[in-house]
C-alpha cells in the first residue's frame, strides 16, 4: 500500500514543478553554451515559500530593509545611476548553498538554506539578487 501513496506523491509534485516553471515570467532561455542541466530528473534550486507582497509605497513589505538597502547600495558601486524599482521578492527554500545560482567548478553545501529572491530593474536593465541567512546580496548573473 504505501508504494502506490509514494507514486501519488511523487506525481502530485512533478505536476506541481512543472506548472511552476510554465509560470514563470520573464526568465531568459539558455544560451547556446549553457551546460547547465535543464532535463526533469535536475533539482531544482530554489522553492517560493510565499511571493512578498508590497508596501504601500511599493518598496518590499515582506523584506527586511537591510536587504533592500544592501540591494541599492550593490547598484551603486555597479555605476547604477537610475532608481531601483523592485519587480518582486520572494522567501524561498534554496536547496543548497548556491542560492540557485551556482557558478561554474565551485562547491557549496549541500543544505536547505531559507532566504529570499529579489528582482529589480534599474537603467533598463533586471537584476536578480539571491540572499541566504544574511543581509549580503548575491547577484545572479546566468
Do not use: H
Amino acid at each position: 500500500m504505501p508504494a502506490p501513496r509514494a507514486a501519488l506523491a511523487a506525481a502530485i509534485l512533478l505536476s506541481a514543478l512543472t506548472l511552476a516553471a510554465c509560470a514563470t515570467e520573464g526568465t531568459s532561455m539558455p544560451s547556446p553554451g549553457d551546460t547547465s542541466d535543464t532535463s526533469p530528473s535536475a533539482r531544482p534550486p530554489f522553492r517560493t515559500a510565499n511571493p512578498a507582497p508590497l508596501g504601500p509605497t511599493g518598496s518590499p513589505a515582506d523584506l527586511p530593509p537591510a536587504k533592500w538597502e544592501a540591494i541599492v547600495a550593490d547598484l551603486v558601486t555597479r555605476g547604477v545611476a537610475g532608481e531601483p524599482v523592485l519587480v518582486s521578492a520572494e522567501r524561498v527554500e534554496f536547496s543548497d548553498g548556491s542560492l540557485g545560482c551556482p557558478s561554474p567548478g565551485m562547491s557549496y553545501t549541500q543544505a536547505i538554506v531559507d532566504g529570499y529572491r529579489v528582482v529589480v530593474r534599474a537603467d533598463g536593465r533586471t537584476f536578480d539578487y539571491r540572499f541566504g541567512s544574511g543581509d549580503e546580496p548575491r547577484l545572479c548573473e546566468r
